[in-house]
């Protein structure tokens, strides 16, 4: 079974930072893709970031420049660094990934940008 467990959520100003992190119970470079979606109140899930195993990188409308993803295969840990945030990326965070056909979730963090 794998799983996925998200940290590094929480309360922050506008303009702040936060790291999100992903530990996998599982060795991630077997993972072909892995990402970041979010989900706002009242909205659809949405892309925040994905990355393959060979370290190609796609994102969201509007979130490259501010945001970055990146993984560590040694640690088994995806991450997401998120800069000048905005009140509008307030949301749950979610981990994702894929591998052979299977694809998985993580519970989510919740992110809350306010002053």
């Known amino acids: 079974q794998v799983q996925l467990v998200e940290s590094g959520g929480g309360l922050v100003q506008p303009g702040g930072s936060l790291r999100l992190s992903c530990a996998v119970s599982?060795?991630?470079?077997?993972?072909?893709?892995m990402g970041w979606f979010r989900q706002a109140p009242g909205k659809q899930r949405e892309l925040v970031a994905l990355?393959?195993?060979?370290?190609?990188?796609n994102y969201g409308p509007s979130l490259k420049g501010r945001f970055t993803i990146s993984r560590d295969n040694p640690k088994n840990t995806l991450y997401l660094q998120m800069n000048n945030l905005k009140p509008e990326d307030t949301a749950v965070y979610y981990c994702?990934?894929?591998?052979?056909?299977?694809?998985?979730w993580g519970q989510g963090t919740q992110v809350t940008v306010a002053s």
């Open positions: 599982q060795v991630i470079f077997n993972f072909n893709i």
């Open positions: 994702t990934a894929w591998a052979s056909g299977s694809h998985y």
């Open positions: 990355i393959s195993n060979l370290d190609s990188t």
